[in-house]
């Protein structure tokens, strides 16, 4: 049976970072670009060799501005890719020069190890070795061929079973015990790889999340050997899951005695399947079942840049969100503000089907109630807490003021849409602070702010957009008559729907939008 890893998959927090380290810093190859099969608002990244060969691939979820996770027993720990022994003293050159800090090298098992960490916090090894094969070595842009990452050394796996542990890899993966010190028994494969089991007992247990291992995937020849393997499991009652065909590999999970999640992927058929050897990672491929809408997937996907292309500007602001600009930009801007429950990619698709050359600005409320966002805390279905909502309007007056330096937005071009709770935020805006937001679109909004001001809103334009059946429209009067009042350019449609939102408004906003001249 072959034996070895196929890859390691972790999560990242942030992709630009994910990919400025394991490309821009380690030199490796981002062999494939997928959306996520399980999360249609997750993207997939594969790093490896020049061929994507498995045991050189380490493979990224990105949970972009996820909570992080917590490393504990029942999951890997760390991962070592194999360098050269004597291109050690290059890559401390190397961290120095990027500022990234290293540690060692010190001895592991007889090879000599620097000890670095990735954006999110996970360590990375680099181990000097010569006990792997080098299938396809990949030189990176700056960085010699005779110094750089061969391919995968190994991992660590964090147990509180370490003899359950070993036994269930031995058993099924083909790994055999070939050292071992105090804490840690090291398992080698066929292919020259090592899984250190490490025992954790007394550590706390891990938590999944960004900055953590997922899981670690072994290699099968083929699609026969992982069935065979998923009977063996059965007949012991392991727990494995259904097998899946992931088109580069047929594969399926499994949890070890100590809690780590395991796959079984085959060799192939590999990532040139839809992609030539020379091209590889350079489109972005959605599974079979988001197909249907590929436009909607891909908006709400993290844009990113390979080292040495035109960047998609990021800034660190007081409210999470997410800035996504169109291949061909026009000169509009969308700042979205989701409703309840949502996030800051929820309104993303609506703002493209909206205007697809528009640059849109996706913001996450900052108040959590029930492991909700919302934009601010409330007492019932119709009682707000009203100094929540006063520090919250202000604090994104801050952040529309930020962004606008940040992005280079122009205020007559930009249109704030709110959708719900998001809208009742954006009324308060309005209505605390004029002249911040010079339009604005909001759908199903209420009167949530009690003892509003009376602002002078001459030279703004607003859009208000009530659904007939909405059981909240019976609290949109108030609204409109401040609006009314405000001196506002105002215009209001009722509509026939719910609270819903969806081609009914976008009827309405375009032509609104054309009028305006926005």
């Not at 988001?290 to 409210?319: H, K, M, N």
């Not at 800051?344 to 640059?359: R, S, V």
Request: hydrophobic fraction near 40%.
């Amino acid at each position: 049976m072959t034996s070895g890893i196929h890859h390691i998959t972790l999560i990242a927090r942030k992709v630009q970072a994910n990919v400025d380290f394991y490309v821009g810093f380690l030199g490796l190859h981002l062999v494939k670009r997928t959306g996520g099969y399980e999360d249609p608002n997750q993207l997939h990244l594969f790093y490896g060799d020049a061929a994507g060969s498995p045991g050189s691939l380490v493979s990224f979820l990105v949970w972009e501005d996820g909570s992080p996770g917590r490393v504990g027993y029942g999951q890997p720990s760390e991962i070592a890719f194999a360098i050269p022994p004597e291109s050690i003293g290059y890559w401390m050159t190397r961290a120095l020069k990027f500022n990234i800090q290293a540690t060692g090298p010190s001895q592991e098992f007889g090879e000599p190890v620097l000890r670095l960490k990735d954006p999110d916090g996970v360590i990375v090894k680099l181990v000097g070795t010569n006990a792997l094969a080098e299938p396809a070595p990949w030189a990176g842009r700056d960085i010699p061929e005779t110094d750089s990452i061969r391919r995968l050394r190994g991992a660590t796996v964090l147990t509180e079973k370490p003899k359950d542990t070993a036994h269930f890899l031995q058993n099924h993966f083909g790994y055999t015990e070939t050292g071992a010190t105090e804490s840690i028994r090291r398992l080698t494969s066929s292919s020259g790889d090592v899984i250190d089991v490490r025992d954790a007992g007394g550590f706390w247990s891990a938590a999944p999340g960004t900055g953590t291992i997922d899981h670690i995937a072994f290699r099968a020849p083929d699609e026969a050997t992982v069935l065979a393997v998923r009977a063996d499991l059965e007949q012991e009652h392991a727990g494995a899951t259904n097998a899946h065909d992931r088109k580069y590999f047929f594969s399926l999970y499994v949890r070890e005695p100590g809690g780590a999640l395991c796959e079984l992927a085959t060799d192939g058929p590999g990532f040139t399947v839809d992609e030539a050897p020379d091209a590889l990672g350079t489109t972005l491929f959605l599974p079979p079942h988001l197909a249907s809408d590929p436009t909607a997937t891909l908006v709400r996907l993290p844009q990113f840049a390979l080292p040495g292309e035109p960047r998609v500007p990021q800034r660190d602001l007081p409210f999470i969100h997410r800035f996504h600009r169109p291949e061909k930009a026009n000169d509009r801007t969308f700042v979205l503000l989701h409703g309840s429950g949502g996030n800051e990619i929820d309104m993303l698709p609506f703002g493209h089907q909206l205007d697809p050359h528009a640059t849109l600005l996706g913001v996450r409320g900052r108040s959590a109630e029930e492991g909700f966002p919302r934009w601010f805390r409330r007492f019932s279905m119709t009682k707000f807490d009203q100094q929540d909502i006063r520090s919250e309007a202000e604090a994104f007056a801050a952040f529309v003021e930020g962004a606008r330096e940040s992005y280079g937005l122009d205020p007559e071009k930009t249109v704030f849409i709110g959708y719900s709770n998001g809208a009742n935020l954006l009324a308060a805006v309005l209505l605390l602070h004029p002249g911040i937001v010079r339009n604005a679109v909001m759908m199903r909004a209420m009167a949530a702010l009690e003892s509003a001001p009376e602002p002078d809103l001459a030279g703004t334009r607003v859009l208000m957009l009530t659904g007939k059946d909405d059981p909240y429209g019976k609290h949109a009067p108030e609204l409109k008559t401040a609006l009314r009042a405000s001196g506002a350019d105002f215009e209001e449609v009722d509509l026939d729907t719910g609270h819903g939102i969806g081609v009914e408004d976008i009827a309405v906003i375009r032509p609104w939008l054309a009028e305006s001249g926005i």
